[in-house]
């Protein structure tokens, strides 16, 4: 269930010049005072603070690889964080600014689905989603309204907010004894960023800051004076668009702006750390962290005080069993459906002409010393591991236990394809068969890097311990170059 305080009301219209969008969250106004202008206090987090808890630009990021011991993120690690950054919902605000994935494929729609009901299990208020985000969840999910978390979008087209029963914003109002803080929360997509001519015309938006600026004077606030009882807030969930955002730093009744960013950490934005101005932060990547935004009970009208805290969710945290059912429930669709064995499921990229994979036995026939050393090593055993966690029908994790997975004549299943299970020579060494065919031809030149897969979110240790990790695997006889 959402917070109690929340009251959705879809019959509820407003009616703009050219801008109509159904108003589904209704908050009574209080006093709490506002400022003109916001200061923050950096990892100054106090538990006479409400709080704002933002989350977003996952990429597809359910949980991480699991190959390695230390690495941040999963959204089953997130609910023990959640009750104790904000152990009051009715004095908090739980937000992902999407997105919540970054392909259109079919794992990526398995992904959607998943997330959707997690962000809905950790009792989100809102999320914001792409437009293509939008389009999968109405047209392709059979996901009712209840079963996921309310979806803002700011500046759709009045039909089309109706069509996807969208909200226009939400407003909340926290809670804490006598102290009561109304929240407003707008959601806005660059529509200069949809390049698909099909999508551009299929979800129709209107000027953000146009939008943004009519929908704050549907309720009673003026767009060019900071208000007083009122916390504004906007989710830009859009790619990196810095005029975009310098335009809607202009507006005085906004008080924080939530962008992607491209650091890996959320940040603090420069202009946020003087006093004047709203406070811009991004959320970081990937689902690695949490954002908290304090904001300090009882505050006078000058002197917004506000907290920023980003807090790593890293593998000690604890697993919320009942999103760990969610992610194993995704699992066993990714079984289901066999996306791995299915030619169409996963791009395949082709071979040169002629070229194949043969396996690594294939492969033992001349370099029997080299195979037998291969053979004691994890890199022979890659596929047990998956096997292990339970892992060996995600194409994500395949892809790098087993040779050439995302080639045409690769990995496709242990009945059809077991000598191309695990990390054999041909994922470093590329196909042999025209090696076999020609031996005499230069093999070396088909050589890949180990960071295809040792890369910085699937081996975070690989970069600095470069020669441990070759030890580790070192099959050849003589000095390596």
Partial sequence: MMNGNIKNNSSIYLLLSTFVAALSAVYVVTSCTHPTAIKCRPNQASSEDFVLLFTGNWAGHLEPCGCTDVQ???IDRRTQT???????????????AGPLIDRQDRQSQLKFETFLYSLRQLNYDAVSLTPQEI????????LASDQHSPVICSNLSPDLMEKYSLMPFLRKTLRCDKFRLDCLI?????????????????????????????????????PDQPTTDTLVIVMLSTLNNDNLTQELLQIPALDVLVTRGSAEEPELCPHGRNSHGP????TGQLGKYITRVGVPFGNSPHDMNLSFDPVAIDSAFPRDPAVVDLIDDYQARLKLENLIEDEFAIPRSPLSQGDRFLGSFVCAGCHLEIYETWKKSNHSHAMDTLEHVKRNFDPECVACHTVGMKYEGGYRSMKKTAHL??????MCHGPGGRHLDNPSGDYRRFFTSCEQCHDHENSPAFDANREEYIRKIQHWPDSRN
């Avoid at 389009?135 to 059979?142: Q, S, T």
């Fill in 82 to 96: 959640i009750l104790k950054l904000a152990p009051d919902p009715c004095a908090s605000l739980l937000l992902d």
């Fill in 135 to 142: 389009i999968l969840l109405r047209e392709n999910l059979a």
């Fill in 279 to 282: 406070l811009e932060l991004t």
């Fill in 72 to 74: 941040l993120g999963g």
């Fill in 421 to 426: 299970a695990n990390v054999g020579c041909e």
């Fill in 186 to 222: 707008f959601a806005l997509w660059d529509p200069r960023q949809i390049s698909e001519p099909h999508l551009a015309e299929k979800f129709l938006l209107q000027e953000p800051v146009a939008a943004m600026k009519e929908l704050l004077t549907a309720q009673n606030l003026s």
